[in-house]
């Protein structure tokens, strides 16, 4: 089946940096989405891309659609301790019912 | 935005007992939703989709025996692990997904069977 390679696998930094973390494939897809999850919850959509080439913020994330459409990226500026928690890219390859393929994650500890 | 709920967040039972997750969209209707089990420091690994009004459709691997789906209600759907065992003990995500927005999750159900 199709697989996400999210990398890095974890990112420990000091607050006030920036982060950048991203997600390849070998397979096209048509959407991708960055959630993030806190530990005993759910993950919490972040930022959703449907078109390649797309940039797309959210406060201090941004993310971006790979222009081959088999990739993303998402950056966060200005780290903050609650930024903490795990990032999961996640692609579409075909229409809004089609099923959710999700990267491994990145946990991210942020230090004050 | 999107709200999904579900219910209960925590369970613990005896091994042999059969335990039912509920799974609401408060605030659109679902016409899909989707049912996931995580383990420690992995990711979300899908079980089944839930359509409603027809039968769920299974991952490979997924038993659908002792995963029962019922998705009755466009803001429902439950699942049920029969005859629980300590190796079903995970915590389970559903999802909700309307039009062709993105998928909304649930806090999740942490189940530890004994």
């Known amino acids: 089946g199709q697989q996400l390679n999210q990398s890095p696998q974890s990112m420990f930094i000091q607050e006030g940096e920036d982060v950048s973390m991203n997600c390849t494939s070998s397979s096209i897809f048509n959407t991708w989405l960055w959630y993030k999850q806190e530990p005993g919850e759910g993950p919490v959509l972040l930022i959703a891309?449907?078109?390649?080439?797309e940039l797309t913020s959210n406060g201090r994330l941004t993310a971006q659609f790979g222009i081959t459409r088999k990739d993303s990226f998402l950056n966060i500026s200005a780290s903050i301790p609650s930024d903490v928690g795990i990032y999961f890219c996640a692609g579409r390859m075909n229409s809004g019912y089609s099923t959710l393929t999700f990267g491994k994650g990145t946990m991210l500890l942020v230090s004050p | 935005g999107a709200v999904v709920s579900q219910h209960p967040s925590w369970v613990i039972c005896k091994s042999g007992t059969s335990v039912k997750i509920e799974c609401r969209s408060l605030?659109?209707?679902?016409?899909?939703m989707f049912w996931y089990r995580q383990f420690p420091k992995q990711s979300l690994m899908l079980m089944a989709t839930s359509n409603e009004g027809s039968k769920a459709t299974y991952e490979q691997g997924v038993e659908k025996d002792k995963f029962l789906i019922n998705h009755a209600s466009l803001t429902l759907s439950t699942l049920t692990v029969t005859s629980a065992h300590p190796e079903d003990s995970s915590f389970y995500i559903c999802?909700?997904?309307?039009?062709?927005?993105?998928?909304?999750f649930g806090d999740g159900t942490r189940l530890s069977i004994l």
């Open positions: 891309l449907y078109k390649a080439g």
């Open positions: 605030d659109f209707q679902a016409t899909t």
């Open positions: 999802s909700a997904l309307h039009s062709n927005q993105p998928q909304h």
